[in-house]
Protein backbone atom coordinates (compact mmCIF):
# COMPACT_ATOMS: atom_id res chain seq x y z
CA UNK A 1 0.00 0.00 0.00
CA UNK A 2 1.30 3.44 -1.24
CA UNK A 3 -0.15 6.43 0.30
CA UNK A 4 0.08 9.90 -1.05
CA UNK A 5 -0.97 13.10 1.49
CA UNK A 6 -1.29 16.35 0.05
CA UNK A 7 -2.59 19.99 0.37
CA UNK A 8 -0.79 21.53 2.99
CA UNK A 9 -0.30 25.17 3.15
CA UNK A 10 -0.51 28.55 4.71
CA UNK A 11 -3.52 29.84 6.27
CA UNK A 12 -4.46 32.88 8.69
CA UNK A 13 -5.76 31.41 11.73
CA UNK A 14 -9.38 30.71 11.77
CA UNK A 15 -9.15 29.65 8.56
CA UNK A 16 -9.53 25.81 6.72
CA UNK A 17 -7.61 23.53 4.57
CA UNK A 18 -8.47 20.32 3.60
CA UNK A 19 -5.60 17.51 3.03
CA UNK A 20 -6.04 14.39 1.91
CA UNK A 21 -4.65 11.00 1.40
CA UNK A 22 -4.56 8.62 -1.48
CA UNK A 23 -3.96 5.13 -1.33
CA UNK A 24 -2.76 2.67 -3.88
CA UNK A 25 -1.59 -0.46 -4.25
CA UNK A 26 -3.13 -3.30 -2.46
CA UNK A 27 -6.51 -1.40 -1.08
CA UNK A 28 -9.60 -2.91 0.23
CA UNK A 29 -12.31 -2.12 2.60
CA UNK A 30 -10.41 -3.15 5.78
CA UNK A 31 -7.66 -0.20 5.36
CA UNK A 32 -8.53 1.90 8.37
CA UNK A 33 -7.31 5.04 8.20
CA UNK A 34 -5.40 7.83 10.39
CA UNK A 35 -4.41 11.44 10.31
CA UNK A 36 -0.98 12.21 12.70
CA UNK A 37 1.20 15.31 12.82
CA UNK A 38 4.51 16.35 14.28
CA UNK A 39 6.12 19.36 15.21
CA UNK A 40 10.25 19.94 15.26
CA UNK A 41 11.52 17.49 18.61
CA UNK A 42 8.16 16.22 19.44
CA UNK A 43 6.98 12.63 18.86
CA UNK A 44 3.53 12.05 16.36
CA UNK A 45 0.30 13.10 18.06
CA UNK A 46 -2.81 11.45 16.33
CA UNK A 47 -5.26 13.73 14.95
CA UNK A 48 -8.04 11.19 13.83
CA UNK A 49 -8.80 8.07 12.70
CA UNK A 50 -11.49 6.72 10.49
CA UNK A 51 -13.12 2.73 9.64
CA UNK A 52 -12.53 0.97 6.37
CA UNK A 53 -16.33 1.69 5.32
CA UNK A 54 -16.12 5.61 6.75
CA UNK A 55 -18.64 5.21 9.23
CA UNK A 56 -16.63 5.21 12.61
CA UNK A 57 -14.44 7.95 13.27
CA UNK A 58 -12.45 9.04 16.29
CA UNK A 59 -10.62 12.02 16.48
CA UNK A 60 -7.82 14.03 19.31
CA UNK A 61 -9.60 16.08 22.00
CA UNK A 62 -7.58 19.23 20.47
CA UNK A 63 -9.33 18.67 17.34
CA UNK A 64 -12.41 17.59 18.14
CA UNK A 65 -15.35 19.87 16.46
CA UNK A 66 -13.09 21.53 14.40
CA UNK A 67 -11.68 18.73 12.37
CA UNK A 68 -13.56 16.13 9.98
CA UNK A 69 -12.76 13.22 8.36
CA UNK A 70 -14.26 11.34 5.45
CA UNK A 71 -13.31 9.01 2.69
CA UNK A 72 -14.21 8.08 -0.84
CA UNK A 73 -13.97 4.66 -0.62
CA UNK A 74 -14.21 5.06 -4.72
CA UNK A 75 -11.22 7.11 -5.15
CA UNK A 76 -9.13 5.27 -2.24
CA UNK A 77 -9.03 8.79 -0.87
CA UNK A 78 -9.32 10.16 2.90
CA UNK A 79 -9.98 14.10 3.75
CA UNK A 80 -9.28 15.91 6.53
CA UNK A 81 -11.06 19.30 6.75
CA UNK A 82 -9.48 21.52 9.15
CA UNK A 83 -11.78 24.74 9.98
CA UNK A 84 -10.98 26.94 12.71
CA UNK A 85 -7.05 26.45 12.46
CA UNK A 86 -5.13 27.69 15.49
CA UNK A 87 -0.76 28.12 15.11
CA UNK A 88 -1.01 25.52 17.36
CA UNK A 89 -2.07 22.85 14.56
CA UNK A 90 1.17 24.31 13.05
CA UNK A 91 2.76 20.88 11.97
CA UNK A 92 4.01 18.18 9.28
CA UNK A 93 0.65 16.27 9.07
CA UNK A 94 0.75 12.19 7.86
CA UNK A 95 -1.78 9.80 6.52
CA UNK A 96 -1.43 6.44 7.67
CA UNK A 97 -2.82 2.60 7.00
CA UNK A 98 -3.48 -0.32 8.83
CA UNK A 99 -5.60 -2.71 8.59
CA UNK A 100 -8.97 -3.96 10.30
CA UNK A 101 -8.17 -1.79 13.44
CA UNK A 102 -9.28 2.00 14.35
CA UNK A 103 -6.99 3.14 16.83
CA UNK A 104 -5.21 5.86 18.07
CA UNK A 105 -1.88 4.06 18.33
CA UNK A 106 0.88 5.07 16.41
CA UNK A 107 2.79 1.80 16.25
CA UNK A 108 -0.35 -0.41 15.04
CA UNK A 109 -0.10 1.78 11.54
CA UNK A 110 1.71 -0.27 9.10
CA UNK A 111 1.73 2.21 6.41
CA UNK A 112 3.05 5.65 6.19
CA UNK A 113 2.69 8.53 3.51
CA UNK A 114 5.04 11.19 3.19
CA UNK A 115 4.07 14.13 5.13
CA UNK A 116 2.36 17.68 4.13
CA UNK A 117 3.10 20.72 5.94
CA UNK A 118 0.46 23.02 7.16
CA UNK A 119 1.53 26.40 9.00
CA UNK A 120 -1.43 28.65 10.38
CA UNK A 121 0.25 32.32 10.79
CA UNK A 122 -1.37 34.14 13.91
Known amino acids: VQLQAFGGGLVQAGGSLRLSCAAS????????MGWFRQTPGEGREFVGA????????VYASSVKGRFTISRDIGQNTVYLQMNSLKPEDTAVYYC????????????????WGQGTEVTVSS
Open 50 to 57: VSGSGGSV
Open 25 to 32: GRTASNLF
Open 96 to 111: AAVRDLLTMQESFYQY
